[in-house]
C-alpha cells in the first residue's frame, strides 16, 4: 500500500458529471465514488470535482460548506465568478463548483438533457481545471469521464501546461461510446480552446463529419484512455466505436479496457438498511423473507414462495434492448414466473409503451412495472429476485448484472461488452464449473432470450439443490473494485513516472 506523500502515493483528482450517492444518474456515478474509495484505501489522495447542482442529494454530504474563496475562469470571452463548495461523500472530498453565470448553468432541476449541455459541461470542464490550477495542488492525475469532462484533456495540454501547470497527467474514461459530445467547431471557442488548431482530422474533427466530436479529443490528447471492460475495449476498435474506431487504432498504445468493481459497501446484503432482512451467502432465508415482504409492497401474488421471482432494473433505452426486456416480462407470465421492472425512460415513446405495458399488467398479480428512478426500491429488488436479466443490444461493462450477483440473484445476460467478460453461462461445459455464474445468449432476439430464460427457470424449478449453490458462489465472487483499482493504480503510477522522467 501506498502512503499519501511518499513517493508511491499519487495526489489523484477526478473531474466528472456524476457521483453516486450525491449525483447519481448511471454507472458513472457508481464508477466515481467506488473506483475513488478503493484507490484512497490503496493510500492515494483522491479529490472529487462536481458541478453543484441544485438537484443534487444534499443530505449525502457531510460538513458541506462554501470556501472563501472565488475562483475566476474564462467563459465566451469573459471572466466568470464561480463559487466552491467542498464536503466529504463516502468518505472522499469533494469540491462542488456553482458557477456565478447568469444561465444557471446547473441550476436545472436536472443533471443532463438541456438544450445547452455543451455550453454547461465545456463551462464546468474549463472552470474545474482552473480550481486545480489556482489552488497550487501538484497533482499526478487527473482522470476525467465521458464527452463532459473530455474538454479537460486538451484544455490541459493546449492551456494549461503553457502555463507551467503540467506535472499532471490525463487519464480520459469513455463509459458509453453512444455519448461522443459533438457540436459545430466554433463551440470549443466558447472554453477558451483554439478551433482552428483543433478542428482537424487528426485532432478533434469528427471522423465522419464537419463537427467537432469531444470524445475524440479527449482520445487524442490524453496520456491514458481506458474504457469500462476488456471486451467492450475490443467492440469499439470496430463497430462499437461509433466511428471512432479509426481514432482508437491510431492511439491503441494507450488504451485499455478495465472492467469495473461495484462498491462492495454499498451493495451488500449483510448490512444493507434498505433491506427487511440482511442476509449472507450461509442464510438464504433473509433472502426468503425480502422475497416475500416485495411481492406483499407490490401487491404480487405470494401463494408459492418458489415461484420465480426475474428483477429488471435498468434505464430504459434502445441500449439496453427493451424490446428484449419487453419479451421478458410477457415471457416471465407465460412460464409461470413474477417479473419486476424498475425503470425509467428519457425516451418519450419508450416510456409511453412501457406506460402502457404497466397499465396492461395492473390487474396481474405476477407482473409489476415501476417506471421511476428509486435507489432504496433498487436495493429491494436485487435482494427479491431469484434472476435478473440484463438482454443489452451493446454494454460497455453493465453494473446491475453484478450487484445482482452480489445479492444472490442470477443473471441471464446478452453476450456482449462487459457482461461477457462478467457473466458466464452455467450449461456451457468448455468453461470451468467453478466460474460459470448465470445464463447467457448470443442473439439479439427474442428466441435466443426465450432459451436462456427457460433454461434458469428449468434449473431453479427442477433442481432446487444445484439452484442453491450457483445462488451462493454468485453472492460470494469478488467484484469488489479492489482487482480493477490496482489495474489503474498500475498505468497510473507509469504514466506519473515518465512525467517526472519528463521533468
Ligand atoms: P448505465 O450506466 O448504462 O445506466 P449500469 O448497469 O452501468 O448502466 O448502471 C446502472 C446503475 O443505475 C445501477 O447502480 C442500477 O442499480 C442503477 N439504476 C438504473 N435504473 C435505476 C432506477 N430506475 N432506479 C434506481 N436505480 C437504477
Redesign the pocket.
Known sequence: MALPGTSSGLHIAHIAAEM?PVA???????VISGLGKALQKKGHLVEIILPKYDCMQVDQVSNLKVLDVLVQSFFEGKMFNNKIWTGTVEGLPVYFIEPQHPANYFWRAQYYGENDDFKRFSYFSRAALELLYQSGKKVDIIHCHDWQTAFVAPLYWDIYANLGFNSARICFTC??FEYQGTAPARDLAWCGLDVEHLDRPDRMRDNSHGRINVVKGAIVYSNIVTTVSPTYALEVRSEGGRGLQDTLKVHSRKFLGIL?GIDTDTWNPSTDRYLKVQYNANDLQGKAANKAALRKQLNLASAYPSQPLVGC???LVP??GVHLIRHAIYKTAEIGGQFVL???SPVPHIQKEFEGIADYFQNNNNIRLLL????A??HCI?AASDMFI?PSIF???????M?AMRYGSVPIVRKTGGLNDSVFDFDDETIPMEVRNGFTFVKADEQGLSSAMERAFNCYTRKPEVWKQLVQKDMRIDFSWDTSASQYEDIYQKAAARARAAA
Open positions: 453516486a447519481k444518474v448511471g454507472g458513472l456515478a457508481d463509459h458509453n469495473n432494473i435498468t434505464r441500449q439496453k424498475l425503470g425509467s421511476k428512478y428509486d435507489d426500491l433498487s436485487y440484463v454494454e460497455p461493462c453493465g453494473l446491475t448484472q450487484i
